[in-house]
């Protein structure tokens, strides 16, 4: 039986686009899917073993959120200084300096069971204890991949990059929590089946150092730089377009900041406390879970084309913080499982419309600055709350109220973002605004 020919179309339309955007990409660009890809699955599999790893080696829940909250505050000074000049001094140094400073954090943490010293690694190296982008790495790829991408197809690429993190982040969640499961069953302790892992993590920076020599030319800034200009704006490479950057800044770091109180570190840990869940079983159900996450980035390509960027952003996000409150009322662990999945497919369709718009309304020159702001600020919210949710996981009876706590501020982040920016719309929105206004 033949479908109806507008049905047909429409979907022939939605095979041919995916892989036309995919096509575009120049030698550079697959090389920045690749070292995405790599990264993630390295931040992935560290972020299901890590809480184990800090508390086999003698800290307390506290300590380890403290620990964990120096991290990432850590990776916001290294990055707000590689991210903030890297347009000036060169995008690839700044890539192998970070991932140089992410092989040297591992070695420290394989290394060392002193908290002070773990401190200090933690705070100048680059460690995801959340399985998710730390370090200057995604603003300035993103700024790179900016260069080497058409405007209008930027969306459905970072779609893809964004799908390519996800898949590489369950991967490696999966690694994380079934290799340290086999070799505990070979009669390995579980703190140097934990080790393994963080070997392997400081392995794979060494490998990203080496990938990132391979970028050329065409991933830096083209443009004549402006003259300098004594000032704090033009010190961190935003001038023109720093009111926006100021206010996505704000807003996203009260995002991550709720965020942090549920990193997947923590979530991981919080399966463990209130059903026992072992790592093995832990991987899998993470692995899924960004699985889903990175499918979802593809379906937020193709609402943005529809409804805009901004409006993508909240109106996906907000059902996903109500899921995010329902995981801890959950009676059983496959109830709160299930809900967490559900909660994952639609969580992270925000993720390539934020990113992408953020490039989007700056200046080409500032792209590195302004990804690397507004990512400093994600973090530096999100270095906050693992202090908190570290006391909070120390008290049995208060182990949910991290879930109520991050559903209920992200749900304020995104009112927020929708009141302070849905007027403002990309180069793009508004030049299809204008034809569609003409045409009609």
């Not at 179309?9 to 575009?24: C, E, H, I, Y």
């Not at 949710?389 to 973002?417: C, E, Q, T, V």
Request: aromatic share 10%.
């Amino acid at each position: 039986m033949s479908l109806p020919a507008t049905v047909d179309q429409s979907a022939m339309r939605t095979t041919l686009a995916v892989p036309g955007a995919l096509k575009g990409l120049t030698p550079d660009g697959w090389l920045l899917f690749l070292t995405r890809f790599i990264r993630l699955f390295a931040y992935g599999s560290l972020s299901v073993i890590l809480v184990f790893y800090l508390v086999s080696m003698g800290l307390s829940e506290s300590q380890t959120g403290l620990l964990l909250s120096f991290t990432l505050a850590g990776d916001v000074a290294v990055s707000l200084f590689l991210t903030t000049w890297a347009d000036r001094i060169g995008r690839r140094r700044m890539l192998i300096v970070g991932a140089v400073l992410m092989a040297a954090a591992g070695v420290a943490f394989a290394c060392t069971h002193n908290f002070l010293f773990l401190v200090v690694a933690g705070t100048l190296g680059v460690i995801s204890p959340s399985g998710h982008e730390v370090g200057p790495f995604l603003s300035i790829e993103q700024a790179a991949l900016s260069h080497v991408v058409p405007s209008e197809i930027r969306t459905e690429v970072f779609a893809w990059y964004a799908l390519a993190g996800s898949l590489a982040t369950a991967v490696g969640a999966f690694f994380g929590g079934t290799i340290t499961h086999i070799l505990q069953k070979d009669a390995m302790t579980p703190i140097s089946s934990y080790r393994v892992v963080v070997v392997a993590y400081a392995a794979l920076g060494v490998v990203l150092a080496i990938l990132f020599f391979r970028l050329t030319t065409a991933t830096e800034v083209r443009e004549p730089q402006e003259k300098p200009v004594r000032s704090l704006k033009a010190f961190f490479g935003v001038g023109r377009s720093h009111h926006v950057v100021l206010k996505l800044s704000s807003l996203f770091a009260l995002d991550s900041f709720a965020g942090g109180f549920v990193i997947q570190s923590f979530a991981a840990y919080w399966f463990y406390l209130r059903f026992g869940v072992n790592p093995g079983t832990l991987g899998a159900i993470f692995f899924w879970a960004n699985v889903f996450a990175g499918i979802s980035a593809l379906l937020a390509s193709r609402l943005a084309s529809r409804i805009g960027l901004v409006r993508t952003m909240v109106v996906t996000h907000l059902p996903s913080n109500v899921l995010l409150i329902l995981v801890p009322l959950m009676p059983t662990v496959r109830l709160a499982i299930a809900v967490l999945l559900v909660r994952f497919s639609i969580s992270q369709m925000d993720v390539p419309t934020r990113q992408s718009y953020t490039m989007a309304v700056v200046s080409p020159e500032e792209r590195s600055a302004a990804g690397g702001i507004t990512g400093v600020a994600r973090t530096t919210g999100a270095a906050i709350s693992p202090l908190f949710a570290g006391l909070l996981f120390g008290r049995p009876s208060l182990i949910n109220i991290p879930f109520f706590l991050a559903g209920g501020l992200k749900i304020a982040y995104d009112l927020l973002l929708y009141r302070a920016f849905v007027t403002i719309r990309p180069p793009e929105e508004s030049a299809a605004s204008v034809l569609s206004g003409g045409q009609s």
